[in-house]
């Protein structure tokens, strides 16, 4: 049974429509990423799944429960760390911490004194001292020392420095590696590509593409550079290659991977000195859908 699933989910506010007919499907040990620029969506599921807004139509369950009419019992399973924390000036990151988990219901204390030492942090000084990656930590170890079935993730690791996201990163593979479940949304393509087990593409409230990251991969180009003996002509021509460029005598290019046997074999008459071939990413997947998508979807924070 699905952890987290909506059916023809839709949200609208007014004559405006933000979400429509979304589906998602969240299984038990599986981390889920979801992504879409600003204003594509996220952020209004996310409210719906934690029952903060009210679908207009559709279906949201968590452990099998309407995320609207049964939030208070879905919420003692559940952890939710949004992308911009606010906190109480007066109170210690410390005593805030304790807050939190105290409302969850749980207290690892154990296991909170070793996030705070992982997170680098200090929790004896007062919220309002605290910079926009210090809050962020606040949420991340509160929500990681809880003993949660279910983490929703907003931006999670919105202001934290590179090294802080790897400590974030291993947090997620401990809950994973423990059963729990994950609904990452993030604009950080590398962060989903190395963490998720299943990634949606959201775009003007609707998913528009949605699976495995292999099963992704199928639909992205494979980057390749070249350099042969004699000048390859009019390579722009040939189905499947796109955005040729070349520099110092290299020919750097994308190739459709349904076409690459035969692109290879066309390359291959010109005599080849060099041959180097990088798996498509996530990003190439990302930007294939939102090029042209016009200014609302490319103008931006993704």
């Known amino acids: ?35 879409g620029p600003n204003g594509a969506g996220k952020s209004t599921t996310i409210r719906v799944l934690l029952g903060m807004l009210k679908a207009t139509e559709g279906e949201a369950t968590i452990f099998g429960k309407d995320v609207w009419a049964d939030a208070v019992a879905i919420h003692k399973r559940i952890a939710y760390v949004p992308g911009d924390v606010n906190l109480w000036p007066n109170l210690t990151g410390g005593e805030v ?40 930590k606040v949420a991340l170890i509160a929500a990681f020392a809880s003993e949660s079935d279910l983490y929703i993730l907003d931006e999670p690791t919105s202001g934290l420095d590179p090294l802080m996201e790897s400590v974030f990163q291993e947090c997620v593979m401990d809950a994973k590696r423990e059963g729990k479940s994950v609904l990452l949304s993030s604009h950080i393509l590398s962060e989903v590509e190395k963490l998720c ?14 699976g495995t990251l292999s099963e992704l991969r199928h639909l992205t180009r494979t980057n390749l550079t070249v350099k042969t003996k004699e000048p390859m002509p009019d390579l722009n021509e040939i189905k499947g290659i796109h955005n040729v460029e070349e520099n110092d005598g290299e020919l750097k290019f994308q190739v459709d991977t349904e076409e690459l046997d035969e692109v290879i074999r066309y390359i291959s008459q010109f005599g080849i000195l060099k041959l180097e071939s990088a798996p498509p990413t996530l990003e190439d997947l990302f930007m294939r859908h939102y090029q042209g998508a016009g200014h609302a979807d490319s103008g931006g924070a993704l």
């Open 1 to 35: 049974m699905a952890i987290l699933e909506t059916t023809n989910l839709t949200k609208k506010f007014g004559k405006f429509t933000a979400l429509n007919g979304v589906n998602i499907e969240v299984n038990k040990g599986e981390v889920y990423g979801f992504i």
């Open 97 to 136: 911490i304790d807050l939190f988990m105290k409302m969850n219901g749980n207290v690892n204390e154990q296991r909170r004194d070793e996030l705070i030492e992982k997170f680098n942090f200090d929790p004896t000084k007062k919220c309002r001292t605290y910079s926009k990656g210090n809050r962020q």
């Open 197 to 210: 087990d299943k990634v949606a593409i959201i775009r003007q409230g609707e998913i528009i593409e949605t």
